[in-house]
């Protein structure tokens, strides 16, 4: 069954084409090493929550729009060993040069348990 990378971060609105730029770069390189897709989502209508919400989880700014990601990989071997490769490959560049703050990048690596 499929594996799944998911990503949460905010995005300074400014920055749009910037993030884009590196999430096009990067699909290359993850679909190079195994992945079978890679979706990113710029938020429209994420609503503020009053106890938990997308916002809220990466704290934020007023400028900053949320955006949601994921990588399908065909296995969690295929997963370990391509993003091994892939964080490896020097195209992705630098952590510190990336077009949002990496402190508030939430990420998670899940099992499937439902593809319908």
């Known amino acids: 069954m499929t594996y799944i990378d998911g990503f949460v971060a905010a995005v300074e609105t ?3 084409d910037a993030y884009k730029a ?4 990067a699909a290359v390189v993850f679909k190079e ?3 079978l897709s890679v979706v990113e989502g710029w938020g429209d209508d994420v609503p503020d929550g009053e106890v938990t919400s997308f916002p809220m989880a ?3 700014k007023p400028d900053e729009a949320v955006i949601f990601s ?3 990989w065909p296995s969690k071997e295929a997963r370990d060993a391509g993003m091994k490769k892939s964080m490896e490959d020097p195209r992705l560049g630098n952590p510190e040069d990336m077009p949002f703050d990496g402190k508030r990048l939430i990420y998670g690596g899940f099992e499937v348990l439902l593809e319908a």
């Not at 590196?22 to 770069?25: H, L, P, Q, T, Y």
Request: no cysteine; hydrophobic share 50%.
């Open 58 to 60: 990466v704290k934020a």
């Open 70 to 72: 994921w990588i399908i």
């Open 22 to 25: 590196v999430a096009e770069k």
């Open 14 to 16: 400014k920055n749009r």
């Open 33 to 35: 090493n195994g992945a």
